[in-house]
């Protein structure tokens, strides 16, 4: 999750597939990064883990619980220019980092991005 205002890395999960499980991770660690009464929005593709009840559910709760207004947002289908900041950013990631070391597990990959997002929000 990047905030597209000051490109900060808000989130970011691994998984060995796209799953609920990898989607609803992300969602509590941005939780935890969101001040209260903020008004995000949260843009993705159309994947069909963020047409889910489930996703839209857990963006409800989080939603009452925290007290702010999560407004859910999707590429238009076929027009990839619509999420062009997240993937600008997740281009760098792989360039810049993930495409530059041999990572064996997904303990080593979880632990790259880690270090990366520190090194990208505060040092870059």
Not at 73 to 92: Q, V, W
Not at 93 to 114: I, Y
Request: net charge negative.
């Amino acid at each position: 999750v990047v905030d597209e205002a000051s490109l900060e890395i808000l989130a970011c999960t691994a998984s060995y597939s796209p799953d609920m499980e990898l989607v609803l991770g992300m969602l509590d660690e941005l939780e935890t990064k969101l001040p209260v009464y903020s008004h995000p929005v949260i843009h993705s593709d159309q994947g069909s883990q963020y047409q889910s009840p489930s996703y839209q559910a857990r963006l409800k709760e989080q939603a009452r619980l925290k007290e702010m207004e999560l407004v859910q947002s999707m590429s238009r289908k076929g027009n990839c220019h619509d999420n062009a900041p997240g993937e600008t950013i997740f281009n760098l990631m792989k360039r810049e980092r993930l495409n530059r070391v041999k990572l064996h597990s997904l303990e080593e990959v979880q632990q790259e991005l880690e270090d990366y997002i520190y090194w990208f929000n505060n040092i870059r």
